[in-house]
């Protein structure tokens, strides 16, 4: 089974710096994706990066980026220019690659605070 | 933009009652899920459903649960007997197939809770 680990429970920073979440998750399948999900006061889960584990080359969405680093099973959010609206959970996610029938397995998240 | 949409928003029931969830998945996805998030803890997976039959489930899709697609909409989810442990966020949730496999669109939950 796939186990999905996030040690930051929770983060603070100054709005404009750049902060980063860590994710680490254990697998023994060689192809897989990765996700991260935000989920704001409202607890809508809103997706914000995904990663296929076969592209070497990190995916970014604008002020978002991912550290995929595939032989340490790590999996990282850099969020540049934060901004208050960034206050939100932000869990990690994998998904086995399944042809879109598996689940995501998440991690128990990190609370990111965005202070004025 | 199209999104999944999900009734009631909060759903409170007594203990040992039934209760159907009821989600509109984005219309041209194929694949469907249920999670579930007791409060302060992390999402679980609960089901995933494909061409009108249960894909794959997790432990805690026992036989309390069941899903159906009753209609070419709606995708709902039963929880017979519901128990105090049963209280959570329950998100609906679909996916593509192809290029986007994987990538789920989430709904913004019916909060249960059990009394």
């Known amino acids: 089974a796939q186990t999905v680990t996030q040690s930051q429970p929770e983060m603070s920073v100054q709005e404009a710096e750049t902060v980063t979440l860590s994710c680490t998750y254990d697998t023994s399948e060689n192809n897989y994706y990765l996700f991260w999900y935000k989920q704001p006061p409202s607890r809508q889960m809103i997706l914000v990066i995904r990663q296929e584990a076969y592209k070497q080359q990190n995916a970014t969405e604008n002020r978002f980026s991912v550290n995929f680093q595939k032989a340490a099973k790590s999996f990282s959010l850099k969020i540049s220019d934060s901004q208050l609206g960034d206050t939100a959970m932000y869990f990690c996610?994998?998904?086995?690659?399944?042809?879109?029938?598996?689940?995501?397995?998440f991690g128990k998240g990190t609370h990111l605070i965005i202070q004025p | 933009e199209p999104e999944v949409t999900q009734t009631p928003s909060h759903q409170v029931t007594q203990m040992g009652q039934e209760v159907i969830l009821r989600c509109v998945p984005i219309s041209n996805h194929l694949y469907f899920y249920w999670y579930r998030q007791i409060l302060g803890q992390k999402v679980e997976f609960l089901v995933s459903f494909y061409n009108n039959e249960i894909s794959e489930k997790s432990e805690i899709f026992d036989d309390q649960f069941s899903v159906e697609r009753p209609d070419g909409s709606n995708f709902t989810l039963k929880i017979r007997s519901t128990k105090l442990e049963d209280s959570a966020m329950y998100f609906c949730a679909s996916s593509h197939r192809g290029v986007l496999v994987g990538e789920q669109y989430f709904g913004p939950g019916t909060r249960l809770t059990v009394t």
């Open positions: 996610a994998f998904m086995k690659p399944g042809g879109g029938a598996d689940g995501l397995t």
